[in-house]
């Protein structure tokens, strides 16, 4: 159920809620599993409630956007058969093994 409040929602959960949760997730609870959903989702919605008291004042969001990405540049690397076969873990007749897969 929600009541409206003078600074937003709050949610007052009920089994019933936890029930057609459960149905839209295609899971089946027992009466304890409800119970003890109902009072871990009554934990939370207290905690978003502690949340809503906070006064933040006058904030200023810096929302501006800009590019975070470098420029591409080329970077000599030094990359050769020798090379790779010394870091790779196993290999075989100048093959690298992997695990099988299927």
Same mark, same amino acid.
């Given at each position: 159920m929600i009541r409206g409040g003078w600074r937003g929602y709050t949610f007052v959960m009920e089994i019933?809620?936890?029930?057609?949760?459960?149905?839209?997730?295609r899971i089946e609870l027992?009466?304890?599993?409800?119970?003890?959903?109902l009072a871990d989702m009554g934990?939370?919605?207290e905690y978003v409630k502690d949340?809503?008291?906070v006064e933040v004042g #006058?904030?200023?969001?810096?929302?501006?956007?800009? #590019?975070?990405?470098?420029e591409d540049e080329a970077r000599p690397r030094e990359f050769s058969r020798d090379l790779i076969l010394k870091q790779f873990p196993d290999s075989q007749d100048g093959f690298?093994?992997?695990k099988k897969i299927l």
């Open positions: 019933k809620d936890v029930e057609a949760l459960a149905e839209l997730a027992s009466e304890e599993e409800k119970k003890k959903i934990s939370i919605l949340i809503e008291k #006058n904030i200023k969001l810096d929302d501006q956007r800009y #590019n975070v990405w470098r690298l093994k992997v």
